[in-house]
């Protein structure tokens, strides 16, 4: 390729063409980039614009540094992993995640006393600073290696009229489904997925790449009376995996006739 002699900062313009040789295919997904000796020839510019370009490339989310190894173009692949949020129930009447054989645990559950905050106040319909019994989990897919955080909120009023709940706070989702029916309570659940750059924390735990948002999925549990019941969140890479849903028809409710 020419000489960079298009306007803007020189690092810019050196990134652009990246970008153009990226998109373009001649730099395929998952490759390994020209080393910076090679760029710097390519385009006729100095180390420190080649290293700006392929910083802004990083930031960008279209380029990844492995320590080591050199800069490789990031995959525009499918998610390796998909996961169902459907919910089953078998004839025995227990409960069953469709995904739940996949996942195995990295560590021991971590149970813990908390409180609520704005965001998990307002899903669980409660106040900020009310108790909170927790539970966090780190899960792995071990046949693609996708991590995932996975937590869940039980208010203290709930585990006072379901007290299995505050003994075993820890069970996985699928028991305390079976634990609140067998306490009378018909269940519904709502979901929101929202897209959004990880936490440092997150970051580290999950391994991701440098400029990769996270999707953090949050369910709720509701009662007979609708009211919430237990608060569930899992955080993953959105560039390991894709949530899947099935979708069926609400019932209308029937119109009353006129008098």
């Not at 309570?185 to 959004?196: N, P």
Request: proline share 7%.
């Amino acid at each position: 390729m020419s000489e960079i002699q298009r306007p803007g900062a020189l690092y810019q313009q050196v990134a652009s063409a990246i970008r153009e040789a990226i998109l373009s295919g001649e730099f395929a997904p998952d490759s390994l980039l020209p080393s910076e000796a090679q760029l710097m020839a390519r385009y006729a510019v100095s180390r420190p614009t080649v290293r700006n370009a392929i910083s802004a490339l990083r930031a960008e989310g279209l380029i990844d540094v492995r320590h080591g190894k050199g800069s490789f173009v990031r995959s525009s692949g499918q998610p390796v992993l998909t996961i169902e949020r459907r919910i089953s129930r078998t004839g025995e009447g227990e409960f069953a995640m469709p995904n739940g054989d996949i996942w195995q645990e990295a560590d021991e559950p971590s149970t813990y006393r908390t409180r609520t905050t704005k965001e998990t106040g307002r899903l669980l319909q409660l106040g900020q600073e009310e108790a909170l019994f927790g539970c966090d989990r780190l899960l792995i897919d071990p046949s693609t290696g996708t991590r995932a955080m996975h937590r869940t909120l039980i208010p203290f009023e709930v585990a006072d009229t379901v007290p299995l709940l505050g003994q075993e706070p820890c069970k996985p989702p699928a028991a305390i489904y079976s634990v609140l029916t067998r306490a009378d309570h018909k269940l519904s659940w709502t979901e929101t997925v929202r897209a959004r750059m990880p936490l440092p924390d997150e970051r580290t735990t999950l391994q991701l790449p440098d400029a990769t948002p996270i999707l953090y999925v949050a369910r709720v549990a509701h009662g007979t009376d609708d009211r919430p019941l237990l608060l569930e969140e899992l955080r993953f890479g959105a560039d390991r995996a894709e949530l899947a849903y099935r979708i069926t028809a609400d019932k209308q409710p029937a119109r009353r006739a006129r008098a």
